[in-house]
RNA sequence: GGCGGCAUAGCCAAGUGGUAAGGCAGAGGUCUGCAAAACCUUUAUCCCCCAGUUCGAAUCUGGGUGCCGCCUCCA
């Protein structure tokens, strides 16, 4: 089975053939590190991430790439504001988006490439595209002479003539045609900059990204991807700077590109100030839950934001956490025995989930439907679990097929908060205590007493449930 | 103005020619001292509206309505 997938600048599905057999290589537009990252940030780090993993499944040996834009204006004025350097603002947030990656259980790429560490690949690309006469120098600034490159608009879909009947761009007397964009740009007084052969200056935007993929995947790598608004004109000039720098080969292979959050069925997003950082809700909702709500739509559809929302996100994956639980906790008990019958209604369930995953993730990624299969696994072993007759061998399968399905999206069904080796130990030991006051007062039909302990156990974070053989309790 | 997208139950959301996945919420039941969890049953004669193509359409075509995005930094 192949994965198919949405192709941006064909607009179509297609199969994915990687340029090299058995190898995948992306490269995915991180964010501009001026302050912690937001909801929509986060969705398309997230997509990024289950599409990763997902081709790793698959058996790919996948590199990823994911840059930090870190020198730009918008780093500049926030620096600026805030009385500090630019750099030390770029390194602080750089290091802060590691903290709610991880929280949202995003893997680290492989390369993490700089801006400010490519410097010099960007200044041969300029100096490149200067020789072969697709870029022109004017006052210390470098622009790309867009219409010298045949295919602009190859992405974005749409012609020069179109986009200048719409062009509300400032008239900049330094261009030679409005669609122009900035290479380099001459540094203005107490900006940071780089020594070039156009005088002192810094990269223009969308450079560092050719630079960067051109560096560590080389032209033609598979997989190019990043946000919906970034298609026009970040991707639209990447792909003519580096086409136009490279003899003939394609930049990227596929483009790929995940629709936006909305708050309100308004976009969300840094200029219109509407948008919810991830370390904000991270006070209110666990990682887990926030990808678990990202994931739930396609990733091509807009996905509006509320608390709500994630209140329903949580209780799905509650529910999938519960069938874990509740399948473990049977297997420590059920005593193995021969196995039988590989007929079992369980068996077909795990096999059919399994295909169902796969079809679902194998059609452009779709993870909402995979869910699908991953409730039904989840109410069949449920229900399985109600029976008298199980099998250890059926229900290891269903468990384990539950756990790999899930953290095939990125999902660790199984966590429950950190305790330590020794202190779960304490922990157990305590509990056995509790649960055997507390059922005394059951004894003696003191309720009170019962309820007490088990709703401030609850407050503490440890649910009490009581079961025909006896309480179970686990943390949440 | 140019280009593009979307419209499925109370809410969220798959499905894109063969007769509506899944989740949350709701209702009834089983279990329970109660609760929680879990299980069973139930919840869209219908997929924004109109016309058309077809044996057959939520799915294709045309028209309409509504919402949104890109065209300027933005995931």
């Known amino acids: 089975m192949t994965v198919?997938?949405?192709?941006?600048?064909?607009?179509?599905?297609?199969?994915?053939?990687?340029?090299?057999?058995?190898?995948?290589?992306?490269?995915?537009?991180?964010p501009t590190t001026y302050n912690y990252f937001h909801l929509g940030n986060a969705r398309m780090l997230?997509?990024?991430?289950?599409?990763?993993?997902?081709?790793?499944?698959?058996?790919?040996?996948?590199?990823?790439?994911?840059?930090?834009?870190?020198?730009?204006?918008k780093i500049i004025k926030r620096a600026t504001e805030e009385g500090c350097d630019p750099f030390v603002l770029a390194r602080k947030y750089i290091d802060e988006y590691f903290k709610d990656a991880k929280a949202?259980?995003?893997?680290?790429?492989?390369?993490?490439?700089?801006?400010?560490?490519?410097?010099?690949?960007?200044?041969e690309i300029v100096r490149k595209l200067e020789e072969k006469g697709l870029a022109y120098h004017a006052e210390g600034d470098v622009y790309f002479a867009v219409e010298k490159f045949p295919g602009y608009g190859k992405l974005s879909g749409r012609s020069l003539?179109?986009?200048?009947?719409?062009?509300?761009?400032?008239?900049?007397?330094?261009?030679?045609?409005?669609?122009?964009?900035?290479?380099?740009?001459?540094?203005?007084?107490?900006?940071p900059f780089w020594e070039s052969p156009w005088g002192k200056g810094r990269p223009g935007w969308h450079i560092e990204c050719s630079a960067m993929a051109l560096k560590y995947l080389g032209p033609g790598f598979d997989i190019h991807g990043g946000g919906g608004d970034l298609i026009f004109p970040h991707h639209e000039n990447e792909i003519a700077q580096s086409e136009g720098c490279l003899d003939g080969e394609p930049f990227a292979k596929y483009w790929m590109h995940n629709a936006f959050i909305t708050i309100n069925q308004e976009k969300m997003s840094k200029s219109l100030g509407n948008f919810f950082l991830v370390r904000d809700v991270l006070q209110k909702f666990p990682g887990d839950v926030i990808r678990f709500y990202l994931l739930?739509?396609?990733?091509?559809?807009?996905?509006?934001?509320?608390?709500?929302?994630?209140?329903?996100?949580?209780?799905?994956l509650d529910r999938l956490k519960n069938s874990v639980r509740l399948a473990k906790e049977a297997l420590n008990k059920v005593l193995p025995k021969e196995e039988t019958l590989s007929e079992d209604e369980l068996i077909k369930t795990v096999q059919a989930a399994r295909k169902d995953f796969e079809e679902a993730m194998d059609d452009d990624f779709n993870s909402a439907q995979a869910y699908a299969a991953l409730f039904?696994?989840?109410?069949?072993?449920?229900?399985?679990?109600?029976?008298?007759?199980?099998?250890?061998?059926?229900?290891?399968?269903?468990?384990?097929t539950l756990l790999e399905l899930g953290r095939i999206l990125g999902f660790d069904l199984e966590a429950e908060e950190a305790v330590s080796g020794e202190e779960e130990g304490k922990l157990g030991q305590?509990?056995?205590?509790?649960?055997?006051?507390?059922?005394?007062?059951?004894?003696?039909?003191?309720?009170?007493?019962?309820?007490?302990?088990?709703?401030?156990?609850?407050?503490?974070?440890?649910?009490?449930?009581?079961?025909?053989?006896?309480?179970?309790?686990?943390l949440k």
């Open 104 to 123: 949202l259980n995003i893997i680290p790429a492989d390369v993490h490439p700089k801006a400010t560490e490519h410097i010099f690949e960007m200044i």
């Open 376 to 400: 039904e696994l989840a109410r069949e072993i449920n229900s399985y679990l109600a029976k008298e007759m199980k099998q250890p061998y059926a229900l290891t399968q269903a468990y384990s």
């Open 296 to 316: 739930g739509t396609h990733y091509r559809s807009p996905l509006d934001f509320d608390d709500e929302k994630l209140v329903m996100a949580s209780k799905g």
């Open 4 to 30: 198919r997938l949405f192709n941006s600048l064909t607009r179509l599905k297609e199969e994915f053939v990687p340029r090299e057999q058995g190898k995948a290589a992306i490269y995915a537009c991180g």
């Open 161 to 191: 003539e179109d986009m200048q009947a719409g062009a509300r761009v400032e008239v900049d007397e330094k261009k030679r045609n409005p669609m122009d964009f900035a290479l380099w740009k001459k540094a203005k007084k107490g900006e």
């Open 46 to 73: 997230v997509v990024f991430d289950m599409v990763r993993r997902y081709l790793i499944f698959k058996g790919y040996d996948v590199t990823y790439v994911q840059n930090f834009t870190d020198v730009d204006d």
């Open 430 to 474: 305590v509990m056995e205590l509790v649960l055997e006051i507390r059922q005394n007062a059951r004894k003696k039909k003191d309720w009170n007493t019962a309820d007490l302990i088990r709703d401030r156990m609850k407050e503490i974070g440890i649910v009490i449930e009581d079961t025909t053989e006896g309480a179970r309790w686990y």
